[in-house]
Structures are given as C-alpha cells and as structure tokens.
C-alpha cells in the first residue's frame, strides 16, 4: 500500500472513457447471456475505480491547497467531466436494467443498485437539463451570500463560520451580541434569499410537471434515493418524534437553564451548555491523534487493524491550514481499497468529533473494503450516518483521553446536544413537504409556516422579539434546505438508531458492538426495514419505537 500524498495521479481521458462506455453499452446489449453480462460489468467495476480514484484524488489535493494551481486546474477538469461521465453511466445502468437477465444480474450484483436505477430513470430527462442548469446556478447563488457574508463584531470582521464561536461565547453578553449581529446580516440579505428559494422552489416544481409528477415531493424523493421508505412512513416518523421527543426535549432544556445558571433561556444560549462554557478538547493535534490511536486500539481488534492502518498509510489530511478548504469529509479511493479523511482541525470538540464521527464512517469504509461486490457500498444518507454516528456512542468511555477533567461535561453535552437536535431535523424536513406541496406559497407565507412549526417542535425556543429570527427566518441558514430538498431526515433517522445501539452499549457494550460490526458489513445489501431487522433494532417508522427509545435516553441525561 502507498501512503497518500504518494499516490502518482494522471488526469483521466475523457476520450477513452466516452470510448469504454460506448462500447461497453454496445457489449452489454449484444450479451448472449447473464453470465456474460456480468463479465462485462466487471470491466466496468474496474474501470471504473480507476477514473474515480483519479478524480477523487483532484478534488482532495485541490482542497487540500487551494492555492495549488496545477490541482486548481484538475479540479476544475473533474467538476466538468463528472456530469459527462454520469450520463455515460446512467445510460450503461439502463441497459442493465431493461436486460433480459435481469432477475441472474439482481441476484449476482444487488437488488437495490436495481431499485436505484429504476428512481433514477424516473428523475432525469433531456428537457429537464436547462432547468437543472439554473437549478444549479440558483444554488451557487445562495452559497455566495452565505459565504460572502462580512459581519462586523466588535471592531473586527467575522464570516459566519468564523462567527460562531462567539455565538457560543460563555460571556452571556458577548453571544447575545453576535446573535445580533448575525440577525442583522440575514435582515439586509432575507430579501435576496427568499427571492432564490422562491426561483428553487418554482424550478423544481417545473422539473417535477415535467416529468409527469403531481409536485416536486416524490421526485424529491427519488433523487434521494429512498428505496425503502416514502412520505407516510416519515410523516408517521415525525408523529411521533412530536409526541415523545418534544416533550423530553422541554426537560433537557430546564436543566440546562441550570447548568448555564439563568432564569430564562433565550436564543442565544441556544448552543451553550456550561457556565464555564462548553468543553474544548486538552492537547495539540498530534495528541489527539495519538489519543485517538490509543482508543481504537483498545475498543476492538477491528478498529485497531483500522486506526493503524489509516496512520501508516497517512490516510489524514485533518491539519487547519490557510490555503485549505474548509469543512470536513470522508472519502474513499477505491483503486487503493483505502478511506481517508479531510478536515480542520480549530481546537473545538469539533476536532473530537472528526475521531468519531468521520472515523465511524471511515471504519465502515475500512471493513467493507474486500467486498468483491461495490454496489453493496452505495449507501444512502440515513445508513451511512448510522455508522458514524453510532461510533460517538462507542468511544464514550474513552474521552477522558480528549477532554480531561471535563470529559463528563462533553458527555452530557453531547447527549442533550443529540438529543435536541431530533425535533429541529424532523422541522426542516416538514417545513420543505409544505413548501413543495403549496409552491404558490409567498415568501412571507413560507415564513408563517416556519415560525408555527417553531411552536411545534421547539415550543421552549424564546427568540426574544428578534426581527429575523422571531418572524420564521431561521431555516435561511440551514444549507441542506437549498442544496438537497429532503436530504436532512436521514441525519434523524440515522441518530434514533444509534442511540438505539447507545442504550444497547449501556447494557452489554461487547454484544452491542458485534452487531454494531455486523451492520457496518451489510452496507446496502438489503433495505433499510430489514437490515435493521436482521441485527436486532427496531424500525423507527413502526408506532412504539421512539416512544420507548425516549423512555430509554431520559435515565441517561
Ligand atoms: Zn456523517
């Protein structure tokens, strides 16, 4: 194995590519049997890694130095040819699925790659592709006001990532102040963000008549890839999370109006935890490295072989640097079999969750790798999350390593922080199925809607009169709603699971974990239902499931 900064990277030709995939189509159709077919395919599977290696390799060594010119090119090469190659793609997986041997290639490949075809095929057509376009545009657009932001904070200039650590300040005055001052820069910009999401709203509503859909909502759906769930089983999900979650939620917030010690919460003490404030992890990057090795050799054989792994072949890149990209993400090269991870590391237990959390995705990367099947990995978002996720819960007991004294402050924090977040997912998620079923709606309607949701799912949420965040602004500043409708419910139901593995854990951690590593190597190789069937959790959609995981997480908080 080569470490990877090592990795030689060759920019891949669009030409041969265009020419491997017109002749694997014509192959493929050609095919005088399943078994050929699959042969093919293999190729294909080959092929494949190889270009995607590449071009994930362009984009990370692009974000990795922004100021890299030669890699600012290839990345820009990739950001091009990657529609081009998907539309060779799409195409070579239509031949697949209208073959005559189909049932042979579902039952050797997988039977949800065929399902995902199949919503695939019903999301996109020739006329669409202008819409798509503007689409696209309108997004770019959104994200420029958001990242252009310049927002004065006591004699210095702050974006709004920038910002938040003031948001979160332990002095009272000082996070009430860059509340403020965040309102006021969505204030001079909501105009402009509600005429966007107005044009987004419209677009996909026109892509979706197009296609012969009665809204955008099914579409939505499809282009999520929701194969094993639809509408009444989320809507009967968000039933419940109001019934059993929003009131335990009301009591997580009374203690912490204790634990900040005031009299009243207000919005902008939203993220705040402590008095002290909230607990940042002790030592330098290298330290929690070091500390992160520590742990995942001592929680399992498998995390060991893991960690080592990703440590020799220098699968890290998580150093904050000037010229860097921000956020942070796992990625996978499938030529080296090998994950990796990106991020920044700021000194917030920001850093601490890149261990876990990207780790726990990284893992479920690391102990799939030898599957000789690659369409069991196409995970969808309320899967995959479960294993990064879940991995928070797994590594509890070693943040003492990270956080020293307060290691028991970052886990209550991160209980009642997890906790919290359950209600505001199925919000954003119910708000975008109003918005796309009544898409006549105005601006200030859509702002209605919002701010009586708030009622629903964060009735203890005082946003003290403010002028943007009391009249239904708040979801502005929440991506997912513009990047990906309907993208945000999976982090919920990827969350409920886990704390279904947390509360397992609690009672006999080594069992727990076995089916933790069961799941993890199951991928996708069935429905969402039935994988969580088979390692022996329950189905978030069934009635029953939330009420008692409450019941559950109340003696833990
Ligand atoms: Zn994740």
Not at 352 to 379: K, M, S, W, Y
Request: proline share 4%.
């Amino acid at each position: 194995m080569i470490k990877l900064s090592q990795m030689p990277y060759e920019r891949p030709d669009m030409d041969e590519i265009k020419a491997f995939y017109e002749k694997l189509i014509e192959d493929s159709k050609n095919a005088k049997s399943g078994e050929e077919q699959l042969q093919l395919h293999q190729k294909y599977r080959d092929f494949r890694a190889d270009y995607f290696t590449e071009l994930t390799l362009a984009v990370f060594r692009h974000n990795i130095d922004t100021s890299d010119e030669y890699y600012s090119k290839e990345n820009d090469y990739a950001d091009e040819v990657m529609p081009l190659i998907s539309n060779y793609e799409n195409q070579y997986k239509k031949v697949l699925f209208e073959s005559p041997y189909r049932e042979y290639l579902e039952e050797k490949i997988n039977k949800i790659f065929f399902k995902n075809i199949e919503l695939a095929n019903n999301s996109i057509s020739e006329e669409i592709l202008p819409l798509m376009q503007e689409e696209n545009a309108l997004i770019s657009k959104y994200d420029k006001v958001i990242a252009s932001a310049k927002i004065p904070f006591d004699g210095e200039e702050y974006n709004i990532s920038l910002l938040r650590k003031k948001l979160t300040d332990e002095n009272r005055d000082t996070r009430k102040r860059a509340w403020k001052a965040l309102s006021e820069y969505f204030l001079s910009v909501t105009d402009e963000i509600d005429d966007i999401y107005d044009k987004l709203v419209k677009n996909r509503t026109e892509q979706a008549k197009k296609l012969g859909y009665d809204n955008y909502v099914e579409l939505g759906y499809n282009r999520m890839q929701r194969n094993a769930y639809r509408r009444a089983e989320v809507e009967n999900f968000r039933k419940q999370i109001k019934e059993s979650f929003v009131p335990f939620v009301c009591e997580i917030q009374e203690k912490r109006k204790a634990q900040i010690g005031v009299d009243e919460l207000k919005y902008y003490d939203n993220d705040v935890f402590f008095k002290n404030g909230n607990p940042a992890p002790i030592g330098t990057p290298e330290e929690i490295m070091k500390a992160g090795q520590e742990m995942y050799s001592e929680l399992s054989p498998e995390t060991k072989e893991f960690f080592d792994f990703m440590m020799e072949n220098e699968l890290f890149d998580v150093l904050g640097r000037k010229t860097k990209k921000a956020g942070g993400y796992m990625d996978y090269l499938p030529k080296y079999k090998a994950p990796f991870i990106f991020a920044n590391f700021n000194g917030t237990s920001g850093d601490v969750d890149v261990i876990t959390h990207e780790c726990g995705h990284a893992f479920q990367g690391f102990v799939t790798r030898n599957d000789e099947t690659p369409e069991n990995n196409d995970l969808t978002m309320e899967t995959a999350e479960i294993h990064s996720m879940s991995m928070e819960y797994f590594t509890y007991g070693w943040m003492d390593k990270f956080f020293g004294n307060r290691s028991d402050d970052y886990l209550k924090m991160h209980l009642q922080d997890s906790i919290t977040f359950i209600p505001y997912g199925c919000m954003v998620d119910e708000f975008q199925h109003i918005v796309y079923d009544k898409p006549e709606m105005t601006p200030a309607e859509r702002k209605q809607v919002w701010k009586d949701l708030e009622k629903t799912y964060r009735p203890w949420l005082d946003f003290d009169g403010d002028e943007f965040f009391d009249e239904g602004g708040f979801w502005q500043k929440q991506g997912h709603i513009f990047w990906n409708p309907f993208y945000y419910i999976d982090y919920v139901l990827a969350s409920v699971v886990a704390m279904q593995f947390k509360v397992w854990m609690d009672k006999d951690y080594k069992d727990a974990w076995n089916h933790y590593l069961q799941l993890c190597k199951l991928s996708t190789r069935d429905f969402y239902e039935n994988e969580l069937a088979e390692v022996g959790l329950k189905s978030p959609f069934k009635d029953g499931t939330i009420d008692e995981l409450a019941r559950n997480m109340r003696e833990k908080v």
